[in-house]
Nanobody
Framework: QVQLVESGGGLVQAGGSLRLSCAASGRIFSRLSWFRQAPGKEREFVSTITSSGTIYYADSVKGRFTISRDNAENRVYLQMNSLKPEDTAVYYC??????????????????WGQGTQVTVSS
């Protein structure tokens, strides 16, 4: 059974850091990504990493967030530094079996985690 389980969210002050983790089980995924959804907004792409290590970031987090992956453990991480109040959202892990090209699109993913709340206070 395929499952994605996120952890590591919480409340942090602006300028602080958090590290999110996503444990994937059931199969190996060619692409693992992070998305986020703030209240009243659409789910948006944050970052992605392929099984070979190719990485992309949304412009809004570039230079502050770092994605990494442990293929042996089938886990993906998101280190978030210099957090801002506008980073407040539910963060979701997403998995793509076939590494489709449009990795910023929600519809490209086969599986999703339940989400973890990140709240950044000003």
């Amino acid at each position: 059974q395929v499952q994605l389980v996120e952890s590591g969210g919480g409340l942090v002050q602006a300028g602080g850091s958090l590290r999110l983790s996503c444990a994937a089980s059931g199969r190996i995924f060619s692409r693992l990504s992070w998305f986020r959804q703030a209240p009243g907004k659409e789910r948006e792409f944050v970052s992605t990493i392929t099984s070979s290590g190719t990485i992309y970031y949304a412009d809004s987090v570039k230079g502050r967030f770092t994605i990494s992956r442990d293929n042996a453990e089938n886990r993906v991480y998101l280190q978030m530094n210099s957090l801002k109040p506008e980073d407040t959202a539910v963060y979701y892990c997403a998995a793509d079996v076939d590494m489709r090209p449009y990795y910023t699109r929600v519809g490209q993913y086969d599986y999703w985690g339940q989400g973890t709340q990140v709240t950044v206070s000003s």
